[in-house]
């Protein structure tokens, strides 16, 4: 990891690497610990929600054979296989993660002063930073996104005819890329995770990562739709409620 950069007063430094974040001062860590607490029940329904789906389509005897699930199956074994065979893609990976944070810290209107990448990590500084942007790159897969905007750009302006399992693949490969990346960075122990509390940023990364989850669920499972699934949010918020209310009803 590389020494820290110097922050001057005007500007905040936001130092990324495969440590992940050191920010100076983070107010109100108490407030984002409540919130955090807050977050573990809508987790909880979506929770349920995800393996509803996922034994729905389980039953339905084509899903596991389905074109779409072989070829994005195919693709993740692809991702994972190489995170652990081939080195080089940390380098990439660190690449993607200080990308995510600049595109955020830009969305936010703020300012990339230094932007730094090497195999061993990596940092940008900035003079905006908040928990989104600190958090970003655990949410966000980076190659996933440009992956479906460089194929849909290339169809489009070459007129280029269309190869599902391609499309499905290379979501399943990058995808994989960032889910495998993530867990190990999170597991490594990551200072990104401090700025707003360890406990509220794994709650709000599941929470997220597992809403993609749902839609990639939902875009290939050949009998669960968004309808369908919306019901079966509705259903494991209803059985949630029915639990707390149980917990926290007076014994008689």
């Given amino acids: 990891m590389a020494s820290k950069p110097r922050r001057s007063a005007k500007t905040r430094s936001l130092y990324t690497s495969l440590t992940g974040v050191a920010p100076g001062h983070v107010p109100k860590k108490w407030v984002k610990f409540v919130a955090g607490a807050f977050l573990l029940l809508p987790g909880w329904v979506l929770t349920l929600a995800f393996f509803g789906a996922l034994l729905d389509s389980a039953g339905h005897g084509g899903f596991w054979r389905s074109e779409e699930l072989v070829w994005f199956g195919g693709g993740a074994l692809l991702g994972v296989v190489g995170y652990f065979a081939v080195k080089p893609l940390v380098w990439l990976y660190v690449i993607g993660h200080e990308l995510t944070h600049a595109l955020l810290v830009w969305f936010y209107g703020g300012r990339v ?18 928990t989104l942007i600190v958090l970003a790159p655990y949410f966000i897969p980076f190659y996933t996104v440009l992956w479906i905007g460089s194929y849909t750009t290339a169809r489009v302006v070459f007129d280029l005819p269309g190869h599902p399992g391609l499309f499905q693949g290379g979501i399943g490969a990058t ?7 993530t867990i190990a960075m999170i597991v490594r122990g990551q200072p990104d995770l401090e700025y707003g509390g360890v406990f509220f940023s794994i709650v709000l990364i599941y929470l997220l990562n597992l809403a993609l989850i749902c839609v990639l669920l939902v875009a290939l499972s050949p009998v669960a739709d968004w309808s369908g699934f919306a019901r079966g949010v509705l259903w494991s918020a209803q059985e949630v409620s029915a639990e707390i209310f149980r917990l926290i009803q007076p014994s008689r």
Avoid at 113 to 130: E, L, M, Q, R, W
């Fill in 113 to 130: 002063h230094d932007f730094h990448v090497a195999s061993t990590g990596g940092h940008i500084v900035t003079d905006k930073t908040n």
């Fill in 175 to 181: 995808w994989a890329f960032h889910m495998v990346f």
